[in-house]
């Protein structure tokens, strides 16, 4: 007896409540008598006549009474009848044209039980695009490697269904559509050739389709070019298969960046299923949601252009629409349901009422501005079960089967993806709406759960960048020709299934073997990814470092040379760091670093690794050096020259002041942050000192929520601050470390403060570097409390920040964004820029990518602010622990943050962001020259000539014998540039993955370049 008080929690809506809901939504009770009620719908649903004619359905639910007989009249004639104890009865009436009040009847052996009226109104005649497809959770359901096995097995299931209903009508042929390629690429690579062929065969018939994405990706968190690189088996399908790949499925996560539109452009893709999850965090009505309308263009500031299909019904539904309405439960589900559905999306702005998903908003919120969809067709997805990572099924394509024949309308077909688009396209393309800009991603917070891991995969897709231009930049001198290529794909690879949205199981804070409950499993292997990204970026950069430097010849009177390369595209003055081994040097040697453009000694620190303490660490001294004005993407040899002395570090005292050139930084010990940064060029103080928060301090929060609890994030509604149950900022600073070197000056600083066991800020100013470095390191214990750390950078500017970098593309105040797009926080690649009246300020991070602007917010729907809006702050939002399923349920460990400022004259912004941005991203990379060519003391491999224009990477051409130039523009609108590579005699223009290249005109080794409005191209040069 006990057993039946105890249900499972899931945390999702239940599918016979959704239902039920659905019935009431679309009924009225038309008439109460006796105890008998009747509830009439007037449905889209329409079946031909003996005389050809159309007859639309009236459907009426009766409850509480006995046998009755029912009739619709028109005056005396009657338009249609029904006899018997149904309790649903379906009545066919000649179609109308207009409005129209007919008389309903209810007789029992007695004779008139009650009457009436009844309004029949017109119906559209629907198309419904059944697609069938499953939703790729790597994980969550299960551990990642037996989730990938079973999609394998799906394709295996979806050929032998596709013959079974090779006989069929068109529309009633089974179809599948690949939602994510990653399966169907290992299934290509793994199958019998004759499987394979016919595969092949049956996408190129439309009976299966590929969509574009390898995996569901949270866009935000991938760089600009992993995300181009994870499309490019779009053509790699192509080629080798003959499939063409049409549209693109976005799953489950509620957002995607602005440089989706251009990247799915560039692999020839123009139409995108979006089917977001809103789970309850998402709560897109109050940031301008419900004026989105389910098809929409969605434009780039470049001018591309995706068709997208929005599938607006809460929670996972969006992507189960088709389960909902029972078109994988049987067809005389479907047949109750799904014209009720169409019947409520025709009339209402959404086809469920408000709480219907567990979704909760204020009053009046749902769908207050949104129109009811206009076209006459639907796009449904449905998957084989009620739940991720399901199969496919037989009974979508048997129910269409039945109903085509059973009703005119609607009009049922088993459709790939992309057959949706093209029908839209042609008959309504010209009523759909246009919107520009970034579809920020709700769930985008889930990042910083998993700080560490992700730190370590921002860092890489920097590091994967420089080490791929180092190995082209040595193919091309050497003539050599190596598997680095191969392998910085395999790496990018690695980055995105990190990237991939499924950060652990449905239940993370379990460890069971299988099943949603193998958290502690998934997140191993998740992380171990991210990990394994970083490490081989880092083992690719040191190869491409050594295999450039073998190309370049030492000065012949120095104990050594060093080749420094600037993997950025702008000139700059900045820190290049380097080992500089005992057998070539011996530690006790003084030695000086000498420019070879000048001869001028350049300004280092030296740190010796001492044999006792680091037996297993190669011997010697790492050095930081200073060296001014290296050329973007040019390079500049150090001469190791021997020297009287080894400077020795100043101590600067316990004052916490240090200072450079164009800096001077005041750390405020008593209240634990930095009490002042002042401009010398300027005059001015960058800390905002009457700001709520301090400069740089540690914020500490708390939620007064349970942990362990599957979607309880999701269902909880905080309009204010009641559940912050405690904040807390770093206490008891102590200076440790202030030193000054010919290099710059250092300021080390360790705090106490809640929720970490230790907190160590280290400032550095570098001497003649105009930018501000500050590192925090954190050493925390695991907890399945919910927090939050913050750091805050509180600046003294007159508004909100004017622009930061987003994936593709770049976000603003000022800048336009999908409708419903989250605006509580910002998920940024890595800098922020400030235009003052006066002057410009940019501010920097490298492994934390979430921001909030003024404020920060409860992290419970619908977020509000905590504190009163201060525009000029920056809250970077380090680490959480605040979602109860899908992503990490705690984290621990020590932990690594970077962050960088700057400050200039009046100007651009973006320009600011991207140099300050810099130092972080693409630091200087310094190498031994190891080769016998002739000495070389600087150089330009190639540049450009327009600030706004960035060479983000050089690599192999995936064509051919030359190199990919990378490009991607700043500006707000189009750009023309020139870029100069010396000894390039042809080239080709393409988007971002040399797909259909056009030829450019070369003279001299230049080419002038035009880039849209924030756009991303390829030069592939050929000497």
């Known amino acids: 007896m006990t057993s039946r008080l105890l249900q499972a929690s899931l945390g ?20 109460a008598v006796r105890g008998l009620s009747v509830r009439a719908s007037v449905l889209p649903l329409f079946k031909r006549g003996a005389d050809g004619g159309l007859r639309q359905a009236v459907r009426l639910a009766l409850s509480g009474g006995g046998p009755v007989d029912v009739a619709l009249k028109d005056g005396d004639a009657e338009l249609a009848s029904a006899t018997g104890a149904e309790q649903t009865v379906t009545l066919l009436v000649p179609e109308v044209d207009g409005p129209r009040r007919v008389t309903l009847e209810v007789r029992d052996a007695d004779g008139l039980v009650g009457a009436a009226p009844l309004d029949i109104t017109p119906q559209r005649k629907w198309n419904v695009f059944v697609v069938h497809h499953s939703h790729l959770d790597i994980g969550y359901t299960d551990t990642q490697g037996t989730v990938l096995r079973h999609h394998l097995d799906y394709l295996d299931a979806a050929l032998r269904l596709a013959r079974e209903t090779d006989g069929r009508p068109d529309d009633a042929r089974f179809r599948w559509s690949v939602e994510s390629s990653m399966p169907a690429l290992r299934w290509l690579s793994s199958r019998p050739d004759d499987q394979v062929a016919e595969f092949v065969d049956r996408a190129r018939a439309g009976d299966i389709e ?8 949270h866009t935000e968190a991938c760089s600009t070019e992993e995300l181009y690189r994870q499309l490019r088996f779009v053509e790699h399908l192509r080629r080798t298969y003959g499939i063409e790949v049409r549209s693109a499925m976005h799953t489950d996560i509620p957002g995607a960046v602005a440089g989706t539109v251009d990247a799915l452009n560039a692999a020839g893709v123009r139409y995108l299923a979006a089917a977001h999850n809103w789970a309850g965090r998402s709560v897109p009505y109050i940031t301008g949601g419900d004026r989105l309308a389910r098809p929409f263009r969605w434009r780039s500031p470049g001018g591309g252009e995706l068709i997208v299909w929005f599938t607006d019904t809460p929670h996972g539904m969006a992507y189960m629409e088709g389960n909902t309405v029972g078109l994988v439960d049987g067809y005389d589900l479907a047949e109750d349901l799904l014209p009720r559905y169409l019947g409520s999306l025709a009339d209402r702005p959404y086809p469920y009422g408000p709480g219907t998903f567990g979704w909760y908003a204020a009053p009046g919120q749902v769908g207050a501005a949104k ?24 009974v979508p394509a048997d129910i269409a089967h039945r109903w085509n024949e059973t009703w005119a309308y609607p009009r049922l077909r088993m459709a790939a993806n992309a057959d949706f688009f093209a029908y839209v396209e042609e008959h309504h393309g010209n009523r759909l ?9 709700w769930w985008a917070d889930g990042l910083g759960s998993g700080a560490r891991p992700l730190g370590h995969v921002r860092r890489a897709q920097n590091i994967l960048r420089s080490a791929e231009t180092l190995h082209a930049l040595a193919d091309d001198r050497s003539g050599d020709r190596t598997g680095a290529p191969a392998e910085i794909d395999e790496a990018y690879d690695r980055a995105a299934l990190f990237d991939e949205h499924t950060w652990g199981a449905a239940n993370p804070w379990e460890d069971a073997e299988e099943g949603g409950d193998s958290g502690g499993l998934q997140w191993t292997r998740k992380s171990q990814v991210g990990y394994q990204a970083h490490d081989d970026a880092l083992d690719l950069l040191q190869a491409g470092a050594g295999r450039l430097g073998a190309t370049f010849g030492a000065a012949p009177d120095a104990l050594a040379s060093f080749l420094v390369v600037n993997p950025g595209t702008a000139a700059r003055t900045d820190v290049a760091r380097a080992f500089l081994p005992r057998d070539v040097v011996a530690p006790d040697v003084p030695i000086t670093l000498v420019d070879a453009r000048t001869g001028d000694p350049v300004p280092h620190r030296e740190e010796e690794v001492d044999p006792d303490e680091w037996p297993t660490r190669p011997i010697g001294r790492h050095l930081e050096a200073v060296l001014p004005d290296v050329p973007g993407h040019g390079h500049v040899r150090v001469d190791v020259r021997p020297a009287a002395t080894t400077p020795e570090p100043a101590d600067l005292g ?4 240090i200072e450079n050139e164009f800096y001077r930084v005041a750390y405020d010990v008593k209240e634990g942050h930095i009490g002042s940064v002042f401009d010398k060029a300027a005059g001015r103080e960058l800390v905002n000192t009457a700001s709520v928060a301090g400069f740089g301090q540690y914020v500490y929060d708390r939620y007064a929520t349970a942990p362990h609890f599957n979607h309880m994030s999701g269902h909880m509604l905080v309009h204010d601050k009641t559940m912050l149950g405690d904040r807390a900022v770093g206490t008891h600073a102590t200076v440790t470390r202030a030193e000054r070197t010919p290099a710059g000056e250092r300021l080390v600083i360790e705090q106490h403060g809640k929720g970490v066991d230790w907190l160590r800020t280290t400032i550095d100013l570098y001497a003649g570097v105009p930018r501000v470095d500050v590192r925090y390191q954190l050493g925390k214990q695991p907890t399945a409390a919910k927090e939050a750390v913050f750091f805050a950078f509180p600046f003294a500017v007159d508004g909100p920040p004017d622009a930061w970098e987003l994936t593709g593309g770049v976000g603003g105040t000022g800048v336009p964004s999908v409708p419903g797009s989250a605006e509580h926080m910002r998920p940024i690649r890595h800098w922020v820029a400030f235009e003052d009246p006066e002057m410009t300020v940019a501010w920097a991070t490298l492994e934390a990518p979430l921001v909030q602007f003024g404020s920060i917010h409860m992290p419970y729907a619908p977020f509000p602010p905590t504190l009163d809006q201060e525009d000029g702050t920056v809250y970077s939002w380090a680490l959480n622990n605040i979602w109860d399923t899908n992503f990490p349920s705690q984290q621990q460990g020590e932990t690594t943050f970077r962050y960088a400022f700057a400050s200039g004259a009046a100007g651009s912004g973006r320009r600011l962001g991207a140099r300050t941005a810099a130092g972080l991203t693409d630091p200087l990379v310094a190498t031994l020259a190891t080769g016998t060519a002739p000495p070389a003391e600087s150089g330009t491999f190639l540049r450009v000539d327009d600030p706004d224009v960035l060479v983000t990477s050089v690599g192999r051409a995936r064509d051919g014998d030359g190199l990919a130039v990378r490009l991607q523009s700043l500006a707000a609108g189009t750009v023309e540039t020139r870029l100069h590579m010396p000894g390039v005699t042809r080239a080709l223009l393409s988007g971002g993955l040399e797909r259909d290249p056009a030829e450019l005109p070369v003279r001299d080794g230049t080419m002038t370049v035009r880039l849209p409005a924030c756009g991303v191209v390829t030069v592939t040069v050929l000497r």
Do not use: K
């Open 12 to 31: 999702s809506p239940d599918y016979d409540g959704i239902r039920d809901a659905l019935r009431q939504d679309t009924s009225t009770e038309v008439l």
């Open 210 to 217: 590929i969509t574009a994405f390898p995996m569901q990706l």
């Open 371 to 394: 129109d009811p969809d206009f076209l006459d067709a639907v796009h449904l997805r449905v998957q084989g079960a009620h739940a991720d990572n399901a199969g496919p099924s037989i």
């Open 433 to 441: 709406q246009t919107h520009e800009g970034d579809w920020t991603d």
């Open 654 to 657: 316990l004052d916490g002041t």
